[in-house]
């Protein structure tokens, strides 16, 4: 694992200094592919590859989430490419370049699972405070929609709408629910997990990275969110409520993680502490 780390960042890196020099290709989605400068994403990927010198989970961790962090725009790809008739703008070398990054963000993860200590389940209180937070960030998103008005949408009133949002107050509600409750353990581990952890991640991370752009655009005396014909207090309510929506959903999926884990993981995990 390590040397796949290592050839990613080597690779990801060639193609960031690609980009640098004058050969990135007119990106659709506003700004650059990812939420960073090339250099910053060329200097992340030598930090990448020298983090694997000495293993330590923590950094490890914190460069995945890093570069899921910067590829946060993968979250609208996912829709754009689910829901096309929506009218949100879909770039495919956008797409796979992001999808680069969050390759990288796997990798690291996968390395840091192997070299991470056995550790104690949290209590189940924790999962249910997440669970709880995450309807709570749901429910604050729908009221401030609430708000301005449902038909304050750029998106328009159409099927594919409809579809989208039936599936957001499922990820709002139902999902948390099964990952807290003991009716949850009936569905295969992967049909929760992967939502849970997938949507948890790519919410936190895209609207945790909205959330710092708009302060500092407060702080700078600019506009908050542009000019999308909506108040800056939707958007203070709703991008917040974002971050807390994802980041409960990522805690109740772990706590739905330590309760389902098979036998042969706790024994993986005891054999990497005896180590």
């Not at 796997?106 to 192997?114: F, I």
């Not at 924790?126 to 937070?133: A, K, Q, R, Y």
């Not at 500092?216 to 800056?232: C, E, I, M, R, S």
């Not at 330590?258 to 042969?264: A, L, N, V, W, Y």
Request: charged content about 10%.
């Amino acid at each position: 694992m390590r040397r796949a780390v290592v050839v990613w960042a080597a690779a990801y890196s060639g193609l960031r200094i690609w980009y640098l020099t004058g050969h990135a290709p007119a990106w659709k989605l506003p700004g650059d592919d990812l939420l960073v400068p090339g250099w910053v994403a060329v200097a992340g990927c030598v930090l990448t590859a020298l983090a694997v010198i000495r293993i330590r989970p923590r950094l490890l961790w914190a460069l995945a989430a890093g570069w899921l962090a910067a590829a946060a725009f993968i979250l609208l790809d996912a829709v754009a490419l689910v829901l096309p008739g929506l009218g949100i703008p879909f770039d495919v070398l956008g797409m796979l370049s992001r999808l680069g990054a969050v390759l990288g963000a796997v990798l690291l993860g996968l390395l840091a699972r192997a070299h991470q200590p056995a550790g104690r389940p949290w209590p189940p209180w924790v999962s249910i405070v997440g669970g709880c937070l995450a309807t709570v960030g749901c429910l604050t998103r729908l009221g401030a929609q609430a708000a301005v008005g449902f038909e304050q949408t750029p998106y328009g009133r159409s099927l594919l709408l409809l579809l989208f949002e039936g599936g957001f107050v499922l990820v709002g509600t139902l999902l948390p629910f099964l990952l807290v409750h003991p009716f949850g353990r009936r569905f295969p581990r992967w049909l929760l997990l992967l939502p849970g952890y997938g949507l948890g991640c790519g919410i936190s991370a895209y609207f945790g990275v909205c959330l710092i752009q708009m302060i500092t655009n407060a702080v700078q005396g600019k506009p908050v969110y542009g000019d999308v014909g909506l108040p800056d207090s939707f958007f203070w309510v709703a991008v917040p409520a974002y971050v807390v929506w994802g980041l409960g959903l990522v805690v109740a999926t772990r706590g739905y993680q330590f309760r389902t884990r098979k036998t042969t993981d706790s024994a993986c995990d005891l054999q990497i502490t005896q180590r």
